[in-house]
């Protein structure tokens, strides 16, 4: 990215801070009508792209070449278009009335230059991904069964991408990043600017720090709550990772190891509330279920796979044999508490998301609390500086969100004109058989495969988009087909062959980038078992019976510790091949249980399992000598 000096410093950072006040300001006094909301929002960051993001990164510098200025330029020209036009576009029939040749033009313009966008601010994958869809349309004719379509039109294309609200560029999907995520960004950005991020590694230094792999402890917990605000796991990775990393290296972890933690930890940050990334926002607009709904039922997973990464390093540590912390390089537990202030923010959103009220007024909240009680300390005061480099920072963070959600939006435009997404249900459909389970793996390879080229979220929205209508047909819940989804796009991130978040970490800890991303895939492993289990049990989403809430959370604890011992050849002790084998196939055994509704839901079965994982809690946890700590140089 663009760094600039002078002039041009200010003329851009004005730019980002103007787009973050209309967003701050739309969440306040209103929103505006969907066309004129996304138009002004993608009206700011196109062209931004342009400015900030060279077409490649050999010719970054802080001259902006006279092309990227014209191309700028021109990236203004289709939104201020439909501003000036929103009420004649309005009443206007869809795929009825002609489609006007300026219209034509700016709509072919619009097209041309996202998908540029979306190569220098996204990935070229994704580029490419929408490429071939719009190739599709083309070609479809050529083909037989599901997958003939009849070729549209040029006005037709134009139509369905850039005129219309319900799908394309200025669709649904667009709508969310211009209003929730957006909000959420800044909020983000504040929680930055007053060292929130900071204050999480030190909490989790104190909370894990002295126990055994304390410092690969602390990169899950901070991680884990950096993330939940952040949202973008190779933010997440570069964050937490810079400190987490070294100290793990340190104290005696494989730098594989060290940075496949980190890239883990990271990732599981887009699957924690309350914020999810933009997840949450965007399913509950394709869903229609309420929000504070979709993130209760997102609690018990993230929780658990956070608690698998927690067992698996503590397990590492012990097989081994690797030191904790020094008492002297932890921040004393008093100045923490100091700090504890830092907290409330998020604790207010939480809470004001389960009383009742909407998102937009959950986070202004949040924010202001972090402005007033960033007054506390000299070092987080927001002066005038600091919220002008909040507001540009915020600004800057919705480029890549909102150019990736507009892309998305044009591929579900796509598939949902042709009918696309009902005939590869079909296909689903015939390769497994009717059965629900070889429907649900194939499902997973289609996320997995999206999400290694893309951000989570357009992988979400274009896997659920192509498999959520077969998830459905075989009778699967609404919520349950799109966490399944959700999560695989999420894991492909430490999936290899391309796990971006994995090679964050391998980059950071000197480690190969393949070698750390089985690493981190191994670490992640609980994270493939959740999904199937949201899918046979609603339990695990938090409905139904307390009975089987509790049950599915015992059993599916107890996976989590025998997987982590078998993985890591160690639970009560040192483990050979033989005992790694049968642990794992304990740990099969308890998860294959909680896909058991049935059995679940009888209090004869919550008892069994409770006192089973008491059972093994002492065991495994038994006091045993300590380690001797070592010192970390400063």
Known sequence: MREFKGTQKWIMEGWLVVLSLFQLYTAIFGIFQPRPQRGIHLMFILPAAFILFPAAKKWASDRVPIYDWFLAILALLPPIYLLFNNDYLTERLKFVDPVLPIEMILGALNI??????????????????????????????????????????????????????????????????????????????????????????????????KSKGGPAKIAVISSGLFGSISGVAAANVYSTGTFTIPLMKKLGYRPRFAGAVEASASVGGMMMPPVMG?????????????????????????????????????????????????????????????????????????????????????????????FLFSFFKRENRMTPIKIWETL?????????????????????????????????????????????????????????????????????????????????AMGCDLLSSHMFVYYFAILAGVTPPVCIAAYCGAAIAGSKPLQTGFESLKLALVGFIVPYVFVFNE????????????????????????????????????????????????????????????????????????????????????????????????
């Open 112 to 209: 041309i230059l996202l998908l540029e966008a979306i190569r220098r601010t996204v990935v070229l994958a994704m580029t490419i991904l929408i490429a071939s869809f719009i190739g599709y349309l083309y070609i479809a004719p050529f083909l037989s069964g599901v997958f003939y379509s009849k070729a549209p039109m040029f006005s037709e294309l134009v139509e369905m991408h850039y005129l219309i609200t319900d799908s394309g560029i200025y669709g649904a999907i667009t709508g969310v990043a211009a209003t929730f995520v957006a909000l959420f960004v800044i909020f983000g950005a504040v929680m930055e600017t007053t060292n929130t991020g900071l204050f999480f590694t030190d909490l989790a230094s104190r909370l894990a720090g």
């Open 278 to 370: 933009a997840g949450a926002f965007v399913m509950s607009e394709i869903t229609g279920i309420p929000y504070v709904k979709i993130i209760i039922a997102a609690t018990l997973g993230s929780l658990l796979f956070y608690a698998s990464l927690v067992f698996r390093v503590h397990f590492t540590a012990l097989r081994e044999e690797l030191k904790s912390m020094d008492e002297k390089d932890i921040k004393p537990l008093k100045a923490i508490l100091k700090d504890i202030y830092l907290l409330v923010p998020m604790v207010v959103l939480v809470v004001i998301l389960l009383i009742g009220y909407s998102p937009f007024r959950a986070a202004i909240y949040a924010i202001a609390i972090c």
């Open 392 to 472: 540009r920072l915020g600004g800057q963070n919705m480029i890549m969100i909102g150019m990736a959600c507009a892309g998305a939006g044009m591929v579900v435009s796509i598939v949902t004109h042709t009918g696309l997404a009902l005939g590869i249900a079909t296909v689903i459909t015939n390769w497994s058989g009717g059965q629900l389970l070889p429907a649900l793996v194939l499902i997973m390879i289609t996320s997995l495969t999206l999400g290694m080229g893309l951000p989570c979220t357009p992988a979400y929205i274009i896997a659920i988009t192509i498999g959520g209508p077969a998830l459905i």
């Open 539 to 634: 339990a695990l989403l938090m409905q139904g019976s307390v009975v089987g809430i509790l049950t599915v959370s015992t059993l599916l604890l107890l996976c989590v510790i025998l997987s982590a011992g078998g993985l890591s050849g160690y639970l009560f002790k040192a483990m050979d091949v033989g005992g790694r084998v049968v642990t794992l196939a304990f740990a099969i055994g308890a998860a294959a249980l909680c896909t058991m509704p049935d059995l679940t839901d009888k209090p004869l079965m919550l008892a069994a399992s409770i006192t089973v994982l008491v059972i093994f809690w002492i065991l495994v946890f038994r006091k045993k000598k300590p380690l001797e700590p070592v010192t970390v140089e400063a």
